[in-house]
């Protein structure tokens, strides 16, 4: 089924294939012994940081770690401070005085202090929020320019000038070294202190040790200028010139190699041994060299001139440049293959990798380009190879199979492209995909309408026809149990069982969402790239789904592939991530809530790219184990072991508290905010000595924080957590979260940092404060409003029983009251009206007994008759008495007057009445009424039956305050009254006016008649 056809047809003639194939050929022995030296040199990944990202200044002169893992870095503009994403510039005036300005060495301490040199030749010390300051005026320093500082084990500070001074300050006190101890020639000094506490020198090309306030040299190298440093397995190593140098500690001296030539006054500035045992060589001019043990690297940095070297507690090396900022170096874990790298196109459509090793890329513009011993190889055009390439798969015995835009198949074998031969089986498709499978199989999905899948076995093409609009089949991929699947951009995934596809769409989603990518894991899972619902997992008959709610860092999945470190790639919309396998299985199972996303970018030195997808396969694992990614603008080749896996979590710290505008407490460490800002604030980084008090009025709390990790800033994640305030742990989504006005109480804020890896802080940093309270959120005010309110409460039951138990006794007194009257009428009654009847009734009985004897009987009704109209008058007193509508003083006072006028015409008594004309609307109850009345009564019959009175004088008086009446006559008088039986009458009036709260008083002569006078005030709430 296949032909053979020349790799060039424009060449015919034998002679010229020979010639071409034999240059080809030492081209390509060239270039490999060319790439084998390039590979042997490491790549070295360098990221800086200039002014625009905070720096103060670009001549970075010192690098030191603080215990807390705070960056410090010296400028030639002041002091700064590096979390791993932001500086905080500490200006020079807030530790020392003009003119001293810049800085031009630095060192840090045992004690997490620092010790700083000016641009003026003094010294700073700075300790936990403590400066001091030695001015070389006035303290003995030379007034010289200050070329390196150390402080050893003793806490004595040496200080190196350029001038070859060499000066120890301890205690205050200066001591000046010369030749007179030891010291060579003047020319700059190196020192160094090795883990014996030993204090190492290097001058002049002479190496030995200071003992015994001596310098004592051990060995003497070729003279000029050098740097020392510190070896980890004993001695030093140091540089004079550009070479190298290894003095054990019993002086032998080893020359181990030059590196660069030394031109003009390029020297070595600094020196340092990383923890790996590799000595890290900064030059004045030629940059940065390396040296593993075995050969000198040059490493790449933003600025030939080299002033400082640090290696942090991560083991990263930072380097102080003179022009170019702060470098970090680290091993390049990430390359970019572009044009420039030998790709025929920066933009790669499909990746594959022969068994032999070389790889094979396919380009958008449809180039096709294996990489063979580190160079790339482009397949020029033929008559066989119209260079449209879309997706090309290597299967088991070496063939590599290319699927065309022009819809071919097409081998490559032995060298050569071979076409497939009958085109008409392929039936016009588009092939986007194919898999070679394990069993020899050659499946191709392809593009066209209608899509359609087919397999090439023993030559033969047999298409599975697709039911429905499923659109352009975009990935394939065999599962552990060699079951090929396939996915559409329509979302329909589908797998192959026997002769027919298997719609297997509904066990994931349920309904289509587009696919971009497949792939498949040893264990049998299926994994699943998704254009907007993140990834998919399909692991037997469990199908779980993954997104930015779960922890996935892009929801746009377009290519999947896994590390041999049990890591998940993924390249995406947004970029490059990974995220461990192991994370993925623990949510599926529901022993976690999310997965961490390990994102690479402008950290690794990535620009914003966005993954390539439409053609399979397109992400390959080589067999060294690098991870291929085809991005739009270049192709990613990441070396996983190169990435260092930080199993510690990143130390976390509160840096700021500010309430409303003000900050009112922040870290401060070497430099305490107390100094540096105002002595209101408090230092975050020592216990605070009183508690924070925060005002109640105030509008909101915000807390800063950070974690000091250098590797993978950007992807540290943080927790937080307002004892009291939130239920559980909030996850941040920046450095900083605000709180709006808190209620007054007391408060814990604490927060914790994670680590890239997903390893989370044992101790958290916290803060405890106060929100002190309004007035009215006091203790005693809300005990002064319960105990007011209880009070109330108590207030308003007792003025609610009592006026309960007032209307209940008023009810009971009316009822009283009631009952009075009614005994009252009744008595009235039984002795008035019952009276008289009696006395009619006996009377009725005389006049029948006396019927024969007319005369008695007329007597006896006449007697009946006067006793009858007794009895109508008594009972008209009685309803006048209990008569509602009588109950006023007015009518009162006319029935009074009209009784006793009526009452003395029968008596043949003359009767005047002395009454008030205008009489005011007053009332008068019942029992008063008839209390007067009786009382008047009572005094007119005296005066009738005792008096013998010939005159009656009534006189009723009105005034606001009180009722006066008097009852006088002109009848025979009397001493005193009388007390005896028949003074009943008498005593009644005095008790009555006394039940009704009046007076009652009788006077009378001899002869000058009667007086009897009655008062009764009005009560002060008398209704008018």
Not at 485 to 495: A, P
Not at 725 to 736: G, I, L, N, P, T
Not at 921 to 944: M, W
Request: with cysteine.
């Amino acid at each position: 089924m296949f032909r053979r056809a020349a790799y060039d047809s424009s060449v015919s003639t034998p002679d010229k294939h020979i010639s071409r194939f034999c240059f080809a050929v030492a081209c390509w022995i060239l270039l490999a012994s060319l790439a084998a030296q390039a590979s042997d040199e490491p790549r070295w990944f360098t990221r800086s940081w200039l002014s625009d990202d905070g720096l103060p200044n670009n001549t970075v002169t010192g690098i030191a770690q603080t215990p807390d893992n705070y960056l410090w870095i010296a400028t030639a503009n002041g002091l700064a401070r590096f979390d791993g994403l932001r500086f905080e510039e500490f200006v020079s005036r807030s530790f020392i005085s003009p003119p001293d300005r810049g800085l031009l060495a630095m060192t840090s301490t045992k004690r997490g202090g620092l010790r700083l040199a000016t641009d003026r030749a003094s010294l700073v010390w700075l300790d936990a929020g403590q400066s001091r300051v030695m001015p070389a005026q006035t303290s003995g320093l030379p007034n010289s320019t200050v070329n390196a500082l150390l402080e050893d084990s003793r806490e004595a500070l040496w200080v190196c000038y350029r001038n070859g001074d060499v000066c120890r300050v301890t205690g205050g006190q200066v001591r000046k070294f010369s030749e007179a101890e030891g010291l060579p020639a003047p020319t700059i000094c190196s020192l160094g202190e090795d883990a014996h506490g030993q204090i190492w020198f290097l001058k002049n090309g002479r190496v030995g040790v200071f003992r015994d306030e001596k310098f004592h040299t051990l060995a003497d190298a070729d003279p000029g200028v050098g740097r020392l440093a510190i070896a980890r397995g004993g001695g030093v190593w140091f540089c004079v010139g550009f070479r190298l140098f290894r003095c054990s500690e019993a002086g032998e001296l080893t020359k181990v190699g030059e590196f660069g030539t030394a031109r003009g006054a390029s020297e070595v500035s600094v020196m340092l041994e990383g923890k790996d045992g590799a000595v890290w060589i900064g030059t004045t001019l030629h940059g940065l060299f390396r040296f593993d043990g075995k050969q000198f690297d040059h490493v790449p940095t933003t600025h030939r001139e080299i002033l400082s070297l640090m290696e942090d507690a991560e083991g990263t090396i930072w380097v102080g440049t003179g022009g170019g900022g702060l470098d970090q170096i680290r091993p390049q874990a990430v390359e970019l293959l572009t044009g420039n790298s030998g790709l025929p196109f920066e933009s790669v459509s499909s990746l594959t990798q022969e068994t032999n090793g070389v790889i094979w890329a396919a380009t958008q513009d449809g180039s096709l380009s294996r990489l063979t011993n580190g160079q790339w190889q482009t397949i020029p055009p033929g008559p066989d190879w119209p260079a449209d390439a879309l997706c090309l798969a290597a299967d088991a015995p070496g063939n590599v199979w290319i699927g065309t835009r022009t819809h071919r198949l097409l081998r490559w074998r032995d060298g050569r492209m071979e076409p497939w031969g009958d085109v008409r089986q392929i039936k016009g498709q588009t092939i986007h995909t194919i898999v070679a499978a394990r069993n020899g199989d050659l499946w191709l999905g392809g593009g066209d309408a209608p899509a359609e899948v087919l397999r090439l076995r023993d030559g033969k093409i047999q298409t599975y026809e697709l039911t429905g609009d499923v659109r352009i089949i975009r990935a394939s991929v065999e599962d552990a149990k060699g079951r090929i699947w396939f996915g559409t951009s329509k979302g329909v995934l589908l797998r192959v069982e026997g002769d027919r596809l298997v719609d297997e769409t509904a066990r994931t989603t349920g309904e289509p969402e587009s696919i971009r990518c497949l792939y498949a894991t040893p264990d049998g899972a299926v994994w699943i790239g998704y254009a907007g619902m993140g990834v998919g997992l399909l692991k037997g008959d469990k199908f779980t789904l993954f997104g930015a709610k779960t922890g996935l860092y892009d929801d746009y999945v377009s290519q999947i592939i896994a590390d041999e470190r049990g890591w998940m790639w993924f390249g995406g919309n947004r970029g490059i991530f990974r995220v461990r396998r192991a994370e993925f299985e623990e949510v599926a199972e529901g022993r976690a809530a999310r997965v961490r996303s390990i994102h690479y970018g402008l950290g690794e030195g990535l620009p914003s790219m966005q993954a390539n997808f439409g053609n399979a396969p397109i992400a390959l694992r080589s067999f060294d184990g690098r991870v291929w990614l085809a991005m739009r603008t270049a192709l990613a080749v990441i070396s996983p072991e190169r990435l260092r896996d930080n199993s510690k979590s990143p130390p976390v710290l509160l840096t700021r508290m500010v309430v409303g505008e003000r900050t009112v407490a922040a870290y401060g460490g070497v430099l305490s905010p107390v100094n540096s800002q105002s002595a209101e604030i408090a230092d975050l980084s020592q216990p605070l000595r009183r508690e924070l008090k925060l005002p109640p009025d105030h509008r909101r709390v915000e807390f800063d924080f950070t974690a000091l990790s250098y590797v993978g800033s950007e992807n540290v994640s943080f927790r937080y957590r307002l004892d009291d305030v939130d239920d559980d742990w909030q996850d941040a989504d920046k450095r900083s979260v605000t709180y709006q006005r808190l209620a007054g109480g007391k408060y814990k804020f604490r927060v914790s940092a994670c680590s890239a890896e997903g390893v989370w802080n044992e101790t958290e940093a916290a803060v405890t404060f106060e929100v002190e309270p309004f007035f009215y959120e006091t203790w005693w005010f809300r005990g002064a409003m319960l105990a007011i309110f209880t009070a109330a409460i108590i207030a308003i039951v007792r003025y609610v029983s009592f006026r309960r138990l007032r209307t209940k006794l008023l009810q009971l007194e009316q009822q009283a009251a009631l009952h009075r009257e009614r005994a009252r009428i009744a008595k009235d009654i039984h002795d008035d009206l019952g009276a008289s009847l009696t006395q009619i009734s006996l009377i009725g009985e005389l006049a029948q007994q006396d019927r024969n004897a007319p005369a008695k009987v007329g007597s006896h009704v006449e007697k009946m008759a006067g006793t009858a109209r007794q009895a109508v008058k008594s009972l008209d007193e009685i309803v006048w008495a209990v008569n509602p509508r009588n109950d006023t003083l007015a009518h009162f006072i006319d029935y009074t007057g009209q009784f006793a006028l009526d009452y003395m015409r029968l008596a043949g008594i003359r009767c005047r009445l002395d009454l008030p004309e205008a009489v005011p609307q007053r009332e008068l109850s019942t029992d008063v009424r008839h209390n007067l009345f009786l009382v008047v009564k009572e005094a007119i019959n005296n005066t009738v039956k005792y008096a013998q009175a010939t005159e009656l004088r009534l006189r009723i008086a009105v005034s606001d305050e009180k009722l006066e009446l008097s009852v006088e006559d002109n009848g025979r008088g009397f001493t005193q009254p009388p007390d005896d039986a028949s003074a009943d009458g008498l005593r009644n009036m005095h008790q009555r006016m006394a039940d009704i709260g009046g007076q009652c008083w009788i006077q009378g002569r001899p002869g000058a008649g009667a007086r009897i006078a009655i008062e009764l005030p009005w009560p002060r709430d008398h209704h008018r």
